[in-house]
């Protein structure tokens, strides 16, 4: 509950509202190949950015998810809020420094669409964009997912016990030179960001 990223549902999932034969209809699809292939699609295409916006997968006892009410309680986490509850405040410049550069970028992918076209905008940059992104996402959950890694409840829970809960994968020459390290070397990270 209390951990920033890759939190595990502990409470039901809302189920939808009818059941067939006296059985969930939730309960009944969620392992079916086609559930599971939207879900993965969803969570690879959308994943980073469902993250960035909403911080989406954070405990929500975490010290990220302070009360607030209305709008300002889905921002209140957002990595593009200078004063998000997810840095410090010191941090802020950066983040606006940031936004600033993503409100750059763009703009010029809206001119550059006006000038080469749409179709070439989407192929140059869209398709790269999704494809980084993709591969983010499913390393980010491999190193947070395993079937030893413990989970902590909200009592048991401490910062040292939280990073150390992720765990290194091993990817051979596609880790160690496409990726350049950074898949065989995750854990170290939560201990010295």
Not at 58 to 75: D, H, T, V, Y
Not at 83 to 90: D, G, L, N, Y
Not at 178 to 184: A, K, V, Y
């Amino acid at each position: 509950d209390l951990d920033m990223a890759f939190v595990p549902r502990t409470s039901p999932k809302p189920s939808l509202s009818f059941r067939i034969a006296g059985m969930d209809v939730a309960e009944l699809i969620e392992d079916t190949p086609i559930a599971q292939a939207v879900k993965l699609i969803f969570h690879q295409l959308f994943g980073w950015q469902v993250y960035t916006f909403f911080n989406a997968s954070s405990g929500k006892g975490s010290k990220q998810w302070e009360p607030k009410s209305g709008l300002a309680s889905w921002f209140r986490v957002s990595h593009f809020e200078p004063t998000s509850a997810v840095f410090r405040p010191a941090e802020a410049p950066f983040i606006l420094i940031s936004d600033i550069g993503l409100a750059l970028t763009g703009t010029a992918l809206y001119f550059a669409s006006k000038e080469v076209g749409v179709s070439t905008v989407l192929y140059l940059y869209l398709v790269p964009y999704l494809w980084v992104h993709h591969w983010l996402v499913a390393i980010t959950y491999l190193h947070h997912h395993h079937t030893e890694l413990p989970h902590y409840t909200a009592e048991g829970w401490t910062y040292v016990k939280g990073a150390l809960a992720t765990v290194d994968r091993e990817f051979g020459f596609i880790g160690k030179h496409l990726f350049h390290g950074i898949i065989e070397k995750h854990v170290i990270h939560h201990l010295f960001p």
